[in-house]
Nanobody, 111 residues
Framework: EVQLQASGGGWVQPGGSLKLSCAASGFAFNRTYMRWVRQPPGQETEFVASMSSVGNAYYQDAVKGRFTISRDNAKNMLYLQMNSLKSEDTAVYYC?????RGRGTLVTVSS
């Protein structure tokens, strides 16, 4: 069974930083294209960042230069370092494969 559990969310002031983690199990993580998506309050889910199995990264324009996606294939872990956070980054963040979205973690950016 594919399991994805995101953690590391919380409340942070604008300009602050958070690092999200995602623990993956039940599939060949080291061969799987992974992504972070988010769902802002009352809005549709949107792409944030993705990374291929060999480390090629892609970002939504709004987070380029502020967010960094990474992975540790030995530990089956996916990460999202978020810097210079803005109020519009407030959302529930999920890690996902092509077909499965795990349990999310809430990030709230406000003063």
């Amino acid at each position: 069974e594919v399991q994805l559990q995101a953690s590391g969310g919380g409340w942070v002031q604008p300009g602050g930083s958070l690092k999200l983690s995602c623990a993956a199990s039940g599939f060949a993580f080291n061969r799987t294209y992974m992504r972070w998506v988010r769902q802002p309050p009352g809005q549709e889910t949107e792409f944030v960042a993705s990374m291929s199995s060999v480390g090629n990264a892609y970002y939504q324009d709004a987070v380029k230069g502020r967010f960094t996606i990474s992975r540790d294939n030995a530990k089956n872990m996916l990460y999202l370092q978020m810097n210079s956070l803005k109020s519009e980054d407030t959302a529930v963040y999920y890690c996902a494969t092509d077909s499965v979205r795990g349990r999310g973690t809430l990030v709230t950016v406000s003063s």
